[in-house]
C-alpha cells in the first residue's frame, strides 16, 4: 500500500488508531498579501501525518476573512491540502467540514474510545461491533480571533474561554481537551453555556471536543459520531 492511500485511509478510521484530526497552517501569523498552505493531519496528542486532500471526502473547505468567504485552493491527491491567499494581516479562520463517512470497530474499541474521550455516559448498543457514521468539523485561526463558520459542531475561543456549540447552541458538560504542541494538556467540561475556560499560555494549541448521539431508529448504523477541532497560537 502507497503511502498516499495509508494515510486516506488512516483519516477515514478515528477510533481504531489515530484519534485526532485538525488543520495546521504553515503559519499562524501570516502577513499581509501573503500565500500559506493548509495541511490536514491526523494523529494523537498533537503528532501525526499529513492527509493529502482528496475532494469526494471533503463538505466544504473555506477560508473567512474581512474580505468574506472563499473556497480554499489545492491539488488533488496532494499535501499540503490547501493553500490560502490572506489579504489582510490580523483575522482568519480555515474550516474544514468532512463529509459524513460509515465506520464499524469492535465493541472493546468503541468502550475504549468512550473512556478516552470522556462519554463514559454511553453504552455500547448491542453485544456485538459498534456501527458508527462520523463527521469532522476542524478550524485553525490565522491571525488573532476567532469567527464563527455556523459548522453544525464547532468549537469558538475568545481569551482562554473556550465555547462549543452543536446546532448553533451551547452544548453542556461537554468534555474539551486543549494540547499544546510541546506536550502540556489541560482538560475540563462545559458549564450548561458551553463553556469552559483554560490558561493557555505561549504556545501552539490544539483544542478538540467528539459529541457522540444515538442513531435515529431503523437506521443501519448505531451512532453518529461528530469530532471537532480548533488550532492556534498564542
Not at 36 to 44: M, Y
Not at 59 to 65: A, H, K, M, P
Request: proline share 6%; aromatic share 8%; net charge positive.
Amino acid at each position: 500500500m502507497n503511502r498516499a492511500l495509508f494515510l486516506i485511509l488512516l483519516a477515514c478510521a478515528p477510533i481504531a488508531g489515530a484519534h485526532d484530526f485538525w488543520i495546521e497552517p504553515s503559519t499562524f501569523r501570516p502577513a499581509a498579501s501573503s500565500t500559506i498552505t493548509a495541511s490536514l493531519r491526523v494523529g494523537e496528542n498533537f503528532k501525526g501525518d499529513s492527509v493529502p486532500r482528496r475532494t469526494p471526502r471533503i463538505e466544504s473547505f473555506i477560508v473567512r476573512d474581512a474580505e468574506g468567504e472563499r473556497v480554499v485552493a489545492g491539488f488533488e491527491d496532494r499535501d499540503p491540502a490547501g493553500v490560502v491567499r490572506i489579504e489582510r494581516e490580523g483575522t482568519a479562520v480555515i474550516g474544514y467540514r468532512g463529509k459524513p463517512y460509515p465506520h464499524q470497530i469492535s465493541r472493546a474499541k468503541f468502550e475504549q474510545f468512550l473512556h478516552e474521550e470522556g462519554l463514559e455516559n454511553l453504552r455500547p448498543r448491542g453485544n456485538g461491533a459498534q456501527r458508527e457514521r462520523f463527521q469532522r468539523f476542524a478550524k485553525s485561526i490565522v491571525g488573532t480571533t476567532d469567527i464563527p463558520l455556523g459548522f453544525r459542531f464547532e468549537i469558538l475561543i475568545e481569551g482562554n474561554v473556550v465555547r462549543v456549540l452543536y446546532e448553533k447552541k451551547p452544548l453542556a458538560n461537554a468534555h474539551v481537551a486543549a494540547l499544546s504542541r510541546d506536550g502540556r494538556r489541560l482538560a475540563a467540561r462545559t458549564d450548561r453555556e458551553g463553556r469552559v475556560t483554560f490558561n493557555l499560555d505561549k504556545g501552539v494549541w490544539l483544542i478538540k471536543c467528539v459529541h457522540v448521539l444515538p442513531a435515529p431508529q431503523n437506521a443501519d448504523y448505531e451512532w453518529n459520531s461528530l469530532w471537532a477541532s480548533l488550532t492556534l497560537e498564542r
